[in-house]
Structures are given as structure tokens and as C-alpha cells.
């Protein structure tokens, strides 16, 4: 694996966690996206390492990063992160996740 792409509703999700820290706490932010980048970069390295959910897709996996989870999908050579959600959520409506 060399590389990981981000999806829309990723993109989306991290957005909406920044807006958070926006009114919280800028350093916690700041940490939050240091963090987030330095996982999806293990993650090429290391692409199984995640826990799996098979009874959301079977070829989902996740990863924790704070109070959230980084949900991403393995695609050939390419790790595509596909949500960042709470890990306090209910994770089976969650929607389509392609």
C-alpha cells in the first residue's frame, strides 16, 4: 500500500469534528488531525491492522482515534477512508458506505 484517499463523507465527518474543536478546543483539534494523519499513514503500511465489522460490510475495517473510529475499506493498493464517526454511535445505521 502506498497511498489512502479520503471520502466525501469522510470528508464530511472531519469537517464536522473540526466545527467541534472550532468552539472547544483549538490544540485538541490541532492533535485530532495530527493523529488522524499519522494513523491513515500507518495504515499503508500496515492496512490489516484495523478491526473488522462484517456486520456493517464485510470488507470494512476500523480504527480507534480518540472517542471516534476511522472506518476505511482496503481497494487494491489504496486505503480509502470512508467514515470517521463516534465510536459511542450506533454503528449499523450508518447508511451506504461505498
Do not use: H, W
Amino acid at each position: 500500500m502506498n497511498r489512502y484517499l479520503i471520502s466525501q463523507a469522510a470528508s464530511q465527518d472531519l469537517q464536522a469534528i473540526l466545527d467541534y474543536f472550532l468552539t472547544r478546543n483549538i490544540d485538541a483539534g490541532d492533535r485530532f488531525v495530527r493523529e488522524f494523519n499519522r494513523k491513515c499513514k500507518n495504515l499503508t503500511s500496515f492496512p490489516n491492522m484495523g478491526r473488522t465489522y462484517p456486520e456493517i460490510a464485510p470488507e470494512l475495517r476500523g480504527i480507534p482515534l480518540d472517542s471516534y473510529i476511522i472506518l476505511y475499506k482496503v481497494v487494491g493498493d489504496t486505503i480509502t477512508i470512508v467514515r470517521v464517526v463516534s465510536g459511542y454511535q450506533d454503528l449499523s445505521n450508518l447508511g451506504d458506505l461505498s
